[in-house]
């Protein structure tokens, strides 16, 4: 394993960690299934997408963000299709 993958797979690990305990509000899929977004109590979101690199190879990329507060209160228009 090269030493980035290493320190990717710590800023995962270390992103994920920040969500114990907390409790999920909703959960997104984008319709060519290719992102997972969980949007949590405490306003963290969990963003998890899966992409190709420049060589072709699968590569998983997981994001914990926090919206600024201003930003939290304005609510983008989301259309759910069943």
Not at 14 to 29: E, K, N, Y
């Amino acid at each position: 394993m090269r030493s980035l993958e290493l320190r990717e797979l710590r800023r995962i690990a270390g992103g994920v960690a920040r969500l114990r305990g907390d409790s999920v509000r909703g959960v997104t899929v984008r319709s060519d299934l290719r992102q997972l977004k969980v949007e949590l109590a405490s306003g963290l979101i969990l963003v998890v997408s899966a992409e190709q690199d420049l060589q072709g190879r699968p590569r998983l990329e997981v994001d914990v963000v926090e919206l600024p507060r201003e930003t939290a209160a304005q609510h983008q228009i989301e259309v759910r299709f069943d």
